[in-house]
C-alpha cells in the first residue's frame, strides 16, 4: 500500500493567498488498471500563473476547481507500468500537479531523452520557463543587436532566460530584480550589462542611468510600479512582451498611470499565453537544452524539500522571496 | 498689398488650453520670389493632435515654437505663380497651418486631380484622417468578417471611416460617441450596428448589450474611462489599434485601470503615428476616393467661417463640441 501525498485547494483566497487555501491529503494510490503507468514525482514545478488558477475571476483559463489536487508540471521517473510504450526508469515529464505520484495512460507524458541536462532543469530553462522566454524575446520584441532590453523578475526563471537570450542577440541587457544578492547575481553570475534593484527605490532613475539610450524592448513579468517606471524610459517604436503582473496577482488591479505613451511612443505590446503557442516549443527547447548543455545559459534554483512545503514556498514565491526557480523536491 | 491673417501660438497651455494661447496676426504677404507660389487656402483643417504641438512635453513630434503659425493641413488653390511646374487655378493640399495664404517653392504641395471629390474632403475621409483610419483597422486589427469592431469618436473624422470600413469587411461594428444625436447619425447615416452614448453613463453595461458576443477589435481616439469601459470587454487574441487619447489631451494623465486584461486576453496593441506609415499612403487613398465618388463612404463636416473662428472652434473639438470633421472655411 502505497501513500500518495498530495495538496488540494480548498478555499479561494480573498485577496491574500494563505496557507489556509491549502490542505494536505493523504490517499492510497489505487491499483494500476490496464495500459496505465505510475510515475513517482521527482520534482514539482511552482509558478507564477497558479495564483491565477486559484481565484474564479474571468481569466484565459477555467478556475482550478475546489478540492482537487493543485495544478503544476512536474518530472520524475516511471516506476511501474501497464503499458508496453513505458518501462520503468523512463524519465518523464508531466503536469501531474501537487503530489508525489502520478497516474496516467501515457497520453499526456514526454519523455525525456537528453539526460546531459539535469532533470529539474525541464521545469524550469529547459522547460516552460524557457519557452515563455524564448518566445517573448524571439517573436514580440525581437531585438536588433545594439538595442537595449529590459527585463523584470530578472533574477527568475523566465527573467533569467529572456536576458541570457538577449545578450547572445548582442543587446544592451538591464534586469529588474528585488535586493542586492539577487542584482548581483543577475549581472555576474547571468552577465547582464545592469540591473535595477526595486527595493532601493526610484525605479526610473536608476533605469534611466542603467539604459542611457532608452529602452527599445521590455519583457514583463511584474507590472505595477515597475512598469510605470519603464515606460516613462521607452524609446519610440519599443516592444513590450506581456508575460506576467505578479504584482497584482494577490489583490485589486493596479492601474497603469501613463498609458498615453503607447501612443506617443508607437509602441507594440503583446500579452500572450506560452500555451497558445505550441508550434515554436521543438525548436525553442532544442535552442535551450543545447545552450544548457554547453554551460551558455545559466540559471539558478530555488528548492524546498517535501510536498508539505509546496504551499509556503509558493506564498513566498508571489512575495518574490525565491531566488531562482522554485521548485519542490519530492524524493 | 494683400493681408495673410493667421492665428499664432503665443503661450502654453497649463492643464487646459485657452483662448489666450493664440493671438491673431495680420502681416501683408511678401512678394513672391523666383520659382515661388502663392496659394489661397480654402480650409484649414483642425485635428486633435495639434494639441500636443502646444506642449512643450516629450512626445513624438518637436513642440510647436512659440510665436509661430500654429501647424495644420491646408487645401487651397495657387492664385499666383513664379514656378513653371505650377499654374493659377491648381488645386493643392498643403500643410500651411493656420493662416489664410501660403508660400512655397512647390515641393510641399500635393497636387488634387480627383475633381470628383469635394475639396474640404482632403481633409478628412480622403485626406489624413482616412488614411489614419485605413491603417489602424487594416494593419492593425485587420478585422475578419463575423468579428465585433468598436471605435470611440465614431461620428469624428477618423472614427466614421473605421466604422464604415469594417462594415464593408462583414464585421458587427459598434460605435462610441457623446449624445443622442451624434449616435443616431453613426447608425441612420453611417450604417453602424449600434452606438453607445458615453453621456449617458454605464459604457460598460451599454457596450455589453451593443456587443453581445465581445469586442475583437478596438480603434481607440479617446482614451480614459472610455478604454477601460471596452478592455472590459475585450474578447481573446482582441487587437487595439491605439490612435489618439482626446479624453487626456487637456490635463493630468488618465489611468488605465485594467492592465492585466491585456495579459489574461492575450491583446495586440499598437500605438501609432500615420506620418511614419507613408508608403500604405497611396493604396489607402485611391480606396477611400473611388469609395467617396461611388456614394459608399459617408461623412460629416463641422464647418466654422474665417482664421479668426479657429481657436474656439479648436477647442471645441477638444471638448466633443464639434460634429464630424471639424473645418475652416477661409473663403
Not at 5 to 12: D, F, H, K
Not at 134 to 157: D, F, M, Q, R
Not at 196 to 216: E, H, Q, T
Not at 295 to 311: D, F, H, K, N
Request: net charge negative; charged share 20%.
Amino acid at each position: 500500500m502505497t501513500i500518495n501525498r498530495q495538496i488540494l485547494l480548498v478555499s479561494r483566497p480573498t485577496g491574500e493567498a494563505t496557507l489556509d487555501n491549502f490542505h494536505l491529503a493523504a490517499p492510497e494510490l489505487p491499483e494500476l488498471g490496464d495500459g496505465q503507468v505510475l510515475v513517482r514525482n521527482f520534482y514539482l514545478s511552482l509558478d507564477p500563473y497558479m495564483r491565477g488558477r486559484m481565484s474564479d475571476a474571468k481569466s484565459y483559463a477555467p478556475p482550478q476547481p475546489l478540492d482537487t489536487v493543485m495544478i503544476g508540471a512536474t518530472v520524475g521517473e516511471v516506476i511501474e507500468s501497464r503499458n508496453p510504450d513505458w518501462q520503468p526508469g523512463d524519465a518523464v515529464t508531466a503536469m501531474f500537479g501537487w503530489q508525489e505520484y502520478g497516474i496516467s495512460d501515457g497520453s499526456n507524458l514526454r519523455r525525456l531523452h537528453d539526460t546531459s541536462v539535469p532533470m529539474s532543469a525541464y521545469l524550469g530553462a529547459a522547460g516552460m520557463p524557457g519557452v515563455t522566454a524564448w518566445y517573448g524575446l524571439n517573436k514580440i520584441i525581437a531585438p536588433k543587436a545594439g538595442e537595449t532590453v529590459v527585463v523584470s523578475a530578472a533574477s527568475g526563471a523566465v527573467g533569467s532566460v529572456v536576458g541570457q537570450l538577449a545578450k547572445r542577440a548582442g543587446c544592451r541587457v538591464v534586469g529588474i530584480a528585488g535586493g542586492e544578492q539577487k542584482c548581483a547575481y543577475v549581472v555576474e553570475t547571468l552577465g547582464f550589462d545592469a540591473c535595477v534593484d526595486y527595493k532601493a527605490g526610484n525605479v526610473y532613475d536608476a533605469l534611466r542611468g542603467a539604459a542611457p539610450d532608452g529602452i527599445d524592448g521590455y519583457f514583463e513579468n511584474v507590472g505595477g510600479e515597475v512598469f510605470d517606471a519603464v515606460m516613462r524610459n521607452l524609446n519610440a517604436h519599443s516592444r513590450i512582451a506581456l508575460c506576467g503582473m505578479i504584482a497584482g496577482y494577490n489583490g485589486e488591479p493596479i492601474p497603469m498611470k501613463y498609458p498615453s505613451l503607447l501612443l506617443t511612443q508607437r509602441v507594440k505590446l503583446e500579452g500572450f499565453i506560452i500555451m497558445e503557442h505550441l508550434d515554436i516549443w521543438p525548436q525553442a527547447l532544442k535552442e535551450l537544452t543545447e545552450a544548457i548543455s554547453a554551460g551558455e545559459l545559466r540559471y539558478r534554483e530555488s528548492m524546498t524539500q517535501g510536498i508539505e512545503s509546496a504551499p509556503a514556498a509558493f506564498l513566498g514565491l508571489l512575495k518574490g522571496e525565491n531566488f531562482g526557480k522554485q521548485i519542490v523536491r519530492l524524493v
